[in-house]
């Protein structure tokens, strides 16, 4: 059973940044896709970029090209998220996931973080 524990949420104001990390301390993730998805209040969850173990191919929403950028350590076995320019618009409950594919990061058999909230106050 995997078992994803975010952190580096908090309030940052526009155009600041912040670090997200997702970890899972008993086991190695090495097997799966990683994701970030976010949920703003009152919105559908979006996935806002993911990454493979293997590739590293990156895959990002365009709202977030060219000011997110996701990595992983394999040494450390976690997934970053690193968050710059932040806007208001990028205020959300921030989760991380793993599943053995992409198309499968949406489905049943993918694992959830507890979410970890942003917000970019104006």
């Known amino acids: 059973q995997v078992h994803l524990v975010e952190s580096g949420g908090g309030l940052v104001q526009t155009g600041g940044s912040l670090r997200l990390s997702c970890a899972d301390p008993?086991?190695?993730?090495?097997?799966?896709?990683m994701g970030w998805f976010r949920q703003a209040p009152g919105k559908e969850r979006e996935r806002v970029a993911d990454?493979?173990?293997?590739?590293?191919?990156?895959y990002y929403t365009d709202s977030v090209k060219g000011r997110f950028t996701i990595s992983r350590d394999t040494a450390k076995n976690t997934v970053y998220l690193q968050m710059d320019s932040l806007k208001p618009e990028d205020t959300a409950v921030y989760y991380c996931?793993?599943?053995?594919?992409?198309?499968?990061?949406?489905?049943?058999?993918?694992?959830w973080g507890q979410g970890t909230h942003v917000t970019v106050s104006s």
């Open positions: 996931a793993a599943a053995i594919s992409r198309a499968l990061m949406t489905g049943q058999s993918a694992y």
């Open positions: 008993g086991r190695t993730l090495s097997a799966y896709v």
């Open positions: 990454i493979s173990w293997s590739g590293p191919s990156t």
